[in-house]
């Protein structure tokens, strides 16, 4: 009788493991048909597939970070105008700091970084793929200018993440014109 009991236990458990992984693979089915990406997996337009990025500084940390998400999301990037497929103009980068707060004594309490950057995409025949953009965030923090040196390294850390956090919105404006 005991036997009986486990085999059937047994079987229980073989059969609910099996509608598990069944469910599991439907919901994965669902989810993969309906067009849901995790996040950082859409697709550049495929007029992308070879972009030349044109800025008026072509060596600075906007550039590289360009750089950076376009090869991450499969893009392949080149030096000569003449062989892309797309051009990503950055048209304008901002960058402004500003006090926010003051002590009784006049002293600066707390700052905002505000970065703005204006780009455009178009294709090799000069058509419109994404047209002028402006995506622009403000970090604030506070300043004490008894910890010069960390807050000075605190303002290099923030104005590095604002800048790649707006990339990553421009980014996800450049891959919905894919869609």
């Not at 007029?47 to 392949?76: N, R």
């Not at 004594?105 to 047209?131: C, D, H, M, N």
Request: aromatic content about 6%; overall charge positive.
């Amino acid at each position: 009788m005991h036997t009986t009991n486990r085999r059937q236990a047994g079987i229980h458990g073989v059969l609910q493991a099996l509608l598990v992984w069944a469910m599991l693979l439907g919901l994965l089915s669902a989810v993969a048909g309906c067009g849901f990406h995790p996040r950082g997996s859409s697709a550049l337009p495929s007029e992308m597939a070879v972009t030349f990025i044109k800025s008026g500084q072509p060596y600075g940390s906007l550039v590289d970070d360009f750089s950076a998400a376009l090869q991450a999301q499969g893009g392949h990037l080149t030096r000569q105008r003449s062989e892309a497929t797309a051009i990503l103009h950055i048209v304008s980068n901002e960058i402004e700091k500003r006090i926010l707060s003051v002590d009784t004594a006049g002293k600066v309490l707390e700052y905002e970084i505000r970065q703005t950057i204006r780009f455009s995409v178009e294709t090799s025949e000069k058509l419109p793929l994404v047209e002028l953009q402006e995506v622009s965030l403000a970090r604030s923090y506070i300043f004490s200018s008894a910890e010069a040196l960390s807050t000075e390294r605190e303002d290099k850390i923030i104005r590095k993440t604002l800048q790649r956090n707006l990339v990553n919105l421009a980014m996800l404006r450049i891959t919905a014109a894919a869609h």
